[in-house]
């Protein structure tokens, strides 16, 4: 029997207004709710703040790839791991502002720009506010995730334009020592609380399927819940199991998380986070056409576009064009249009 907390006219009074008093208790409830009733509820409160036929275009580029010092058990970027990719050097501005160009020709409204660094050197800086700038003056909101910062480093990116900082947890507080030791919870938090100071809105998820239990899952939620401010933007991502990775061994000996389970995650993202984005982010490639269309009737309104997602891969702009006429959705107008 479902829970009384979470009778459809709760759902509707309260759950529709962000609240940060949320316990893991009461994650974990949503999670166990009939998938059917979970769903239904999820998509009630997402009508309430957003319109569900338009999912947002955000494009990701890598700016500088490979060689990072993090141990994170899933990237094929980290220098722990030997995966067979070649560290590369900072991008040039130009080339990065190009890349904006032609994403927000293809329907992009935000363009967010990585970069495999256990944190930002000051020495960076500067070119990355070209950078940010540059891509600001398209009229696209502008997104980066550079791994730690200082309170300093924060403000010098919101003054040159940056609207988004990424600084995902990845996963729940008592498994993250199973997915990386070089970093604790608390640096993320700390940046995070570095990034709010400054001004800029936060982008703020995680990644499913690592070999976490649902309880997991649920703690990764009721963190981002219990945030002094739920993320602008909420990335949730399936991983995608590169070789030569601990998590990406495991995960293809394993087996991937059921489908069923991520959409769950999707819609318990939503009810807890009712005003965020959130976006299915890596891992689409692999996703059914079904499995998309039921995230999206979950509460997911935003994705990734382009056809590589850093060094994964992604599906092409046709596949996705075609996705967006069955499912008669449309793509969120870029901000000069709003």
């Not at 010092?69 to 080339?95: D, H, I, R, V």
């Not at 919870?185 to 649902?214: H, N, P």
């Not at 689409?284 to 998309?292: N, V």
């Amino acid at each position: 029997m479902a829970d009384d907390r979470f009778e459809p006219a709760v759902v509707t009074r309260e759950l529709s207004q962000p609240r940060h008093n949320w316990t893991l208790e009461e994650v974990e409830a949503l999670f166990a709710l009939p998938f059917m009733e979970l769903v239904y509820r999820a998509a009630t409160v997402h009508r309430q703040s957003f319109d569900p036929s338009e999912v947002q275009k955000s494009q990701l580029l890598s700016v500088k790839t490979g060689g990072c010092a993090e141990n994170c058990g899933y990237c094929s970027q980290s220098a722990s791991f030997k995966t067979g990719l070649k560290a590369e050097k900072l991008m040039e501005p130009a080339t990065v502002i190009a890349e904006a160009m032609a994403a927000k020709a293809g329907g992009a409204s935000r363009f967010c720009m990585g970069a495999a660094w256990r944190e930002l050197k000051d020495r960076d800086t500067p070119k990355l506010a070209a950078m940010i700038s540059g891509v600001k003056a398209l009229g696209l909101e502008t997104c980066a995730t550079l791994g730690m910062l200082s309170a300093d480093q924060a403000r010098q990116l919101k003054e040159a334009g940056l609207d988004y900082y990424n600084h995902n947890l990845d996963t729940g507080p008592d498994y993250y020592d199973q997915v990386v030791t070089t970093r604790t919870y608390d640096d993320r938090l700390k940046t995070l609380e570095y990034v709010r100071d400054a001004g800029m809105r936060t982008c703020c998820g995680g990644i499913v399927g690592m070999g976490e239990s649902r309880r997991d899952r649920a703690g990764l939620l009721h963190a981002l819940a219990t945030l002094p401010v739920h993320p602008d933007s909420l990335p949730v991502n399936a991983l995608v199991p590169v070789g030569g990775t601990p998590l990406g061994e495991r995960v293809l000996k394993e087996g991937e998380i059921h489908p069923v389970e991520f959409v769950r995650t999707v819609a318990v993202a939503r009810l807890v986070c009712p005003k965020s984005m959130v976006r299915l982010s890596a891992g689409r490639e692999g996703m059914s056409e079904e499995m998309q269309a039921l995230c999206f009737l979950a509460g997911a309104n935003s994705i990734f576009v382009g056809g590589k997602l850093l060094t994964t891969p992604n599906p092409e702009e046709d596949q996705d064009d075609a996705l967006f006429r069955m499912l008669d959705l449309r793509p969120m107008p870029q901000a000069a249009e709003r």
